[in-house]
């Protein structure tokens, strides 16, 4: 069977050990990661998502935080501090480090990120393939509003520095128009038997992905049925920042209205079915009334047998989809 998965950072990697252990090696997982995260600190290229894919299914993630290595230490970082290096709110562990050191002299080299990404994954074998979505840069900015006045911040910074405290007033995908899909991300959703969407953030993580000309239009057309997981629950995310950019797009922080966001594929959007949580059941016949098959089950991540039962709810759905 091959799978491919649009995932954002922490909740999509958690989703995919689940996927991963519920489908077993034999089958052919594709990940196209979100890369409008990624940011250029001291010189190096960071890719929170693709790095948090990579460190989870490899082993190597620090469970407690969701990101970043297990057993990091932080000398280079009290280093920096100590010379003032700005900026002083991103932490870098010295681990970490080195995958950015790695991945910066291979893109300063010429290589594309998703040949980057690759080589990275020798070494960690995470069990899926990896893409970034793009080869090409594209960042995501929030724009706030303060003492009304409106700026834009790289979304790291609205995330990390200003811990989502400000009003997001829009999302602007900065170079989103002229990015072209990475190698092998238009073939894995057009020859795909099953298309995920990770329970990640539908804005700023599966959003950007979409937002990548052709890709939105490769789900809208793809033979495998699309069944895509609610990050909200009840109110609110199940981590991250999904109320304040919702808002920002005029959506609510519900299950079913980000299965409205994202629509149905009889219409113009790409879900054919949704998953909410068993508290959110309530919400199931408004989702089905707009034209996407929707089941209630359990959604919480708490261990990874909870989470390979919801990777097993979404392939039942993708089935029932693929059968109706
Ligand atoms: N999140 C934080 O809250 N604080 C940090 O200092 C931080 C550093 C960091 C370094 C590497 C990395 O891969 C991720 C890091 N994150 C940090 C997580 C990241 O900001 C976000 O969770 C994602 O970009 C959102 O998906």
């Known amino acids: 069977m091959r799978i491919t998965v649009l995932t954002g950072g922490i909740g999509g990697a958690r989703f995919l050990r689940g996927l991963r252990q519920t489908v077993g090696p034999a089958a052919d997982i594709t990940v196209i990661g979100n890369t409008g995260d990624d940011i250029d600190l001291f010189g190096l290229r960071v890719c929170p998502d693709l790095d948090t894919v990579m460190y989870t299914l490899g082993g190597g993630i620090d469970e407690t935080q969701g990101w970043g290595r297990a057993t990091e230490t932080w000398s280079a970082k009290a280093e920096l501090a100590a010379y003032g290096a ?24 010429g290589r594309p990120l ?3 990404t690759a080589a990275l994954c020798a070494r960690w074998q995470p ?10 840069r594209v960042e995501t900015r929030i724009e706030v509003e303060r003492d009304g006045r409106r700026r834009t911040v790289h979304l790291q910074e609205y995330w990390v520095k200003l811990r989502a405290a400000l ?4 999302v602007v995908l900065v170079g989103a128009d002229k990015a072209v899909p990475a190698p092998g991300v238009l073939d894995a959703l057009g020859s795909a038997d099953v298309i995920l969407l990770a329970p990640s953030n539908p804005v700023v993580s599966i959003g950007t992905i ?4 052709g890709i939105r239009a ?15 629950i009840g ?11 919702l808002q920002a797009v005029g959506v609510a922080a519900t299950a079913s209205a980000v299965a409205g966001f994202y629509g149905s594929r009889r219409d113009t959007g790409v879900l054919d079915g949704w998953l909410v949580d068993s508290s959110d059941a309530g919400q199931v016949g408004q989702v089905a009334a707009s034209g996407i098959v929707c089941r209630a089950v359990p959604l919480w991540m708490t261990d990874v047998a909870t989470t390979t039962s919801m990777a097993q709810e979404a392939l039942l759905l993708a089935k029932e989809v693929r059968g109706a």
């Open 86 to 109: 700005e900026p002083d709110w991103f932490g870098l562990g010295d681990k970490d480090l080195a995958t950015h050191l790695v991945r910066t002299r291979m893109l300063a080299a």
């Open 127 to 136: 069990g899926v393939r990896l893409l970034p979505m793009t080869d090409d």
């Open 210 to 213: 979409l937002a990548v000309p």
């Open 167 to 170: 009003p997001a007033r829009s």
């Open 235 to 245: 109110t609110g995310p199940v981590r991250g920042m999904a109320n304040q950019v």
């Open 218 to 232: 490769a789900l809208a057309t793809a033979a495998a049925p699309v069944v895509g997981l609610s990050p909200i």
């Open 114 to 116: 998703s040949s980057v």
